[in-house]
């Protein structure tokens, strides 16, 4: 099932979610680079709000570590989470339903902190069981992010952020330690010119920035979320929010939902203006377009 993930796709509003009284000490450990196989049946742990049944497993590291931990099933469309217990509730900080091949999970995750982290392997859709495959491969350092690539105005191009993208960390918004996956472009432009710059995706909630990069990193001078207009994108503006529910309706989630992202920037002088196409939500990924007029 692809498509929006809102218990994390929204940075800042993370989810505690509640596990049935004996899940919290079932934890089996996940030990890199070994497969394991498992069950998930009707007598599985269950969360409390839904009837969504899992298995829990437990990684540990330091601070840093980077793991790839893959979830295959040929039974269910599998779906993975990874957080930490407070409480005795979950707290999410990542997850994924479709990163691997076909409707298999993989996510990409960097321990914020030293510790132990929980794992929930379980089904995307409510009551369903079977069998799976679960790894957890510790994965090296990321590379370097790559040079900007050029794109001018009057041009759109194309692009994905995936699990292997590369990301920043996002101060005082959710402290989640997970980051946002962005990818950054070129803009040359003359003094006085004006350029109107849009981020859409159908799989995100984009966010844009634009900016400079300094020594110490890239230096944002304007950013936007949510600047396009439903209108904008072809609907008028009296529509109301829960008419893309209605059975039939083939309409862009971006505009819909406003969630598309617009900035329009004057060049003060003649120079290189860097964009950051990234996501609202921390470890967020997707398709997107971006374009400049």
Same mark, same amino acid.
């Given at each position: 099932?692809?498509?929006?993930?809102? %218990?994390?796709?929204?940075?800042?509003?993370?989810?505690?979610?509640? *596990?049935?009284?004996?899940?919290?000490?079932?934890?089996?450990?996940?030990?890199?680079?070994?497969?394991?196989?498992?069950?998930?049946?009707?007598?599985?742990?269950?969360?409390?709000?839904?009837?969504? &049944?899992?298995?829990?497993?437990?990684?540990? $590291?330091?601070? $840093?570590?980077? &793991?790839?931990?893959?979830?295959?099933?040929?039974?269910? /469309?599998?779906?993975?989470?990874?957080?930490?217990? %407070?409480? !005795?509730? &979950?707290?999410?900080?990542?997850?994924? /339903?479709?990163?691997?091949?076909?409707?298999?999970?993989?996510?990409?995750? %960097?321990?914020?902190?030293?510790?132990?982290?929980? +794992?929930?392997?379980?089904?995307?859709?409510? !009551?369903?069981? $079977?069998?799976?495959?679960?790894?957890?491969?510790?994965?090296?350092?990321?590379?370097?992010?790559?040079?900007?690539?050029?794109?001018?105005? @009057?041009?759109? +191009?194309? @692009?994905?952020?995936?699990?292997?993208?590369?990301?920043?960390?996002?101060?005082?918004?959710?402290?989640? @330690?997970?980051?946002?996956?962005?990818?950054?472009?070129?803009?040359? =432009?003359?003094?006085?010119?004006?350029?109107?710059?849009?981020?859409?995706?159908?799989?995100?909630?984009?966010?844009?920035?634009?900016?400079?990069?300094?020594?110490? !990193?890239? @230096?944002? +001078?304007?950013?936007?979320?949510?600047?396009?207009?439903?209108?904008?994108?072809?609907?008028?503006?009296?529509?109301?929010?829960?008419?893309?529910?209605?059975?039939?309706?083939?309409?862009? *989630?971006? !505009?819909?939902?406003?969630?598309?992202?617009?900035?329009?920037?004057?060049?003060?002088?003649?120079?290189?203006?860097?964009?950051?196409?990234?996501?609202?939500?921390? =470890?967020?990924?997707?398709?997107?377009?971006?374009?400049?007029?």
């Amino acid at each position: 099932m692809n498509g929006r993930i809102p %218990t994390w796709a929204i940075g800042g509003a993370l989810p505690l979610l509640a *596990l049935a009284a004996t899940a919290a000490s079932a934890q089996t450990p996940l030990t890199p680079g070994v497969a394991q196989t498992g069950a998930i049946t009707t007598e599985s742990a269950t969360m409390t709000e839904n009837l969504y &049944f899992l298995d829990l497993y437990r990684i540990s $590291g330091a601070a $840093g570590d980077r &793991f790839a931990i893959t979830m295959e099933s040929d039974a269910f /469309d599998s779906y993975l989470e990874v957080g930490r217990m %407070t409480d !005795g509730h &979950f707290e999410q900080l990542a997850a994924n /339903d479709d990163g691997g091949d076909g409707v298999n999970s993989r996510l990409v995750f %960097t321990l914020p902190q030293a510790g132990d982290y929980v +794992v929930r392997a379980r089904t995307f859709g409510a !009551g369903d069981t $079977g069998a799976y495959r679960i790894v957890a491969d510790r994965l090296p350092p990321p590379p370097p992010p790559p040079p900007p690539s050029p794109i001018a105005a @009057g041009q759109t +191009v194309t @692009g994905s952020l995936t699990a292997d993208s590369p990301v920043y960390e996002v101060e005082n918004y959710g402290d989640s @330690g997970v980051g946002r996956h962005y990818a950054l472009y070129s803009l040359r =432009g003359r003094a006085g010119q004006s350029v109107t710059v849009t981020l859409h995706s159908n799989d995100f909630d984009s966010f844009l920035e634009v900016g400079a990069m300094t020594p110490v !990193g890239f @230096g944002i +001078v304007k950013s936007n979320d949510d600047g396009v207009p439903m209108a904008d994108a072809g609907y008028g503006e009296d529509m109301h929010d829960g008419m893309d529910m209605q059975e039939g309706i083939d309409m862009p *989630l971006g !505009g819909m939902s406003g969630l598309d992202s617009r900035l329009t920037v004057t060049f003060a002088q003649a120079g290189t203006m860097i964009i950051r196409a990234t996501t609202l939500g921390e =470890g967020a990924t997707g398709s997107y377009s971006l374009s400049v007029e």
